[in-house]
């Protein structure tokens, strides 16, 4: 049988995650779940594993859920591991929003400074754990879904020796679903897409549809019928037809960041005023989800989930670990190492791209070059992010100033420090590298 071990599990996530293991059974018997908090999180363990435990209990399959606050006992043996732990809990992630608005700057949890603040505190637990899984499971694979989740990957290629480890984002799955919706597709098998960038950074590439190139039937058809955001987390700003058409790929929603930075930003400045950065939307949303999953009737996933932008993601997890249980050679969009895979990028940089999924692992597949107009905002973030990583490891201030102002959302070093300092004292519990 095969054990899994989820690091954060007190996440509101985490009955998607088993209601996935749940429909997979018989592919991918999954014999044991633990689920690893640490104290802040008991509570919202207890009540999310309960509900766990009850799923799994109305299904009748033989899967023994756990719950620990003991990553090392939960990690002995195990087959996978998955993240998706949050350091300093919502409330270092309503810093990350705030701090830098105060300075005109866009804050987001996976762009910006608070991208670069979120990597800080994340990337050292990564390493700890990986210490823990080098002694206690060495075979095991990691799936990481924890934010910034192509940062964290870039971190642990180019810091440590581990070399099973996988990002994951439920951005591509939701990518490939809107366009098969926007074509008009009635099955899945009549569209293929290849994806390529880096996390939030993608675009389709090349659309196939019914055998044929789609690339601008979608861009014409997002025209005339309007395209809907689908990351719930992102705010819906449509961009004009002359743009689409010559910008000529869809991209992630994340791009409005960087190419429609005045209105986000603005609109990120309403939003705080009212109280409403995405932090404390996401604070009400999971109080409720919470009230929910604590009702002894409830033996399923909540629609209220849907709420959340990381809605769905669990497909992209249990896909991922059955196509490496199973050897199944299908194709999925992972962050892993370049290798060739876009001829504009170094090799040993991680990418976020199609990919061919055996149990050796992701072969990423060649997409030749990124489009001149989207390359260049690209290396720009794989820049950050690699310093990023690299500030993560060494704690330097003056690499930690560089990182912060090559941000594109950022670009002013006067700026830049202000906001260092004041996130540097804000999150210093969660900083143990400076
Ligand atoms: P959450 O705030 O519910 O956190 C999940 C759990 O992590 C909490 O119970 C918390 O106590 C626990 N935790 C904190 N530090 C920990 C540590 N050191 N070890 C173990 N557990 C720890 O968060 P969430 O909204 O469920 O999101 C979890 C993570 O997944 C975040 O990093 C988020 O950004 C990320 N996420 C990623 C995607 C993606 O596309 N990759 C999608 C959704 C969420
Ligand atoms: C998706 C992303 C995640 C992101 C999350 C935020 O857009 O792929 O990486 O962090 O949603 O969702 P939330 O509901 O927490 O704002
Ligand atoms: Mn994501
Ligand atoms: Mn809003």
């Excluded at 054990?3 to 293991?21: A, H, N, Q, R, W």
């Excluded at 899967?63 to 591991?81: C, E, T």
């Excluded at 926007?182 to 549809?209: C, P, R, T």
Aim: proline fraction near 4%; glycine fraction near 8%.
């Amino acid at each position: 049988g095969i054990k899994i071990v989820t690091i954060g599990g007190g996440s509101s996530y985490t009955p998607e995650l088993v209601e996935g293991f749940i429909k997979r059974y018989d592919e991918l018997p999954v014999k044991e779940l633990w689920l690893v908090d640490i104290e802040e999180g008991q509570e919202k363990l207890e009540i999310v594993g309960h509900l766990a435990k009850r799923m799994v209990k109305k299904a009748e399959v033989d899967m023994n859920i756990y719950l620990s606050l003991d990553r090392r006992a939960a990690l002995k043996d195990a087959d996978f591991v998955t993240t998706q732990f949050r350091v300093g809990q919502l409330d270092a992630r309503e810093k990350d929003e705030l701090i830098p608005l105060k300075y005109g700057v866009i804050g987001q949890e996976t762009n910006g400074p608070g991208g670069m603040f979120k990597g800080l505190r994340t990337i050292p637990v990564i390493f700890d754990i990986i210490k823990d899984c080098q002694e206690l499971c060495p075979d095991a694979w990691i799936v990481s879904f924890t934010n910034p989740s192509g940062m964290n990957a870039e971190a642990v290629f180019r810091h440590t020796n581990w070399k099973k480890f996988i990002g994951l984002c439920n951005g591509p799955v939701n990518m490939i679903k809107d366009i098969e919706k926007i074509l008009g597709a009635k099955s899945e098998d009549q569209v293929n897409v290849k994806i390529g960038g880096i996390n939030h950074m993608i675009y389709a590439l090349d659309i196939e549809y019914n055998g044929h190139n789609a690339n601008k039937e979608l861009i014409e058809k997002m025209i005339h019928a309007g395209t809907e955001e689908s990351l719930k987390n992102i705010v819906d700003i449509p961009w004009s037809a002359e743009f689409l058409r010559s910008y000529g790929f869809l991209g992630i929603g994340y791009l409005r960041y960087y190419l429609q930075k005045q209105q986000m930003l603005e609109h990120c400045q309403e939003d705080a005023k009212k109280h409403q950065c995405r932090a404390q939307v996401v604070k009400k949303v999971e109080k409720e989800l919470f009230e929910k999953y604590k009702d002894e009737n409830l033996d399923m996933k909540p629609k209220e989930l849907e709420q959340r932008g990381g809605a769905y993601y669990s497909d992209a997890a249990c896909n991922l670990i059955s196509s490496l249980y199973n050897n199944k050679g299908d194709i999925q969009v992972v962050d892993t190492l370049n290798q060739g895979a876009i001829s504009n990028l170094p090799d040993d940089v991680v990418v976020e791209v199609s990919s061919v999924i055996t149990k050796d692992g992701p072969k990423p597949i060649p997409v030749g070059d990124l489009p001149i107009q989207t390359v260049g905002l690209i290396q720009q973030l794989k820049a950050f992010e690699i310093l990023t990583t690299d500030v993560a490891v060494s704690g330097n201030y003056d690499d930690a100033l560089v990182t912060m102002t090559i941000n594109p959302l950022v670009q002013s070093e006067m700026i830049a420090k202000k906001i260092l300092d004041e996130m540097l004292e804000a999150h210093k519990q969660y900083l143990p590298q400076f």
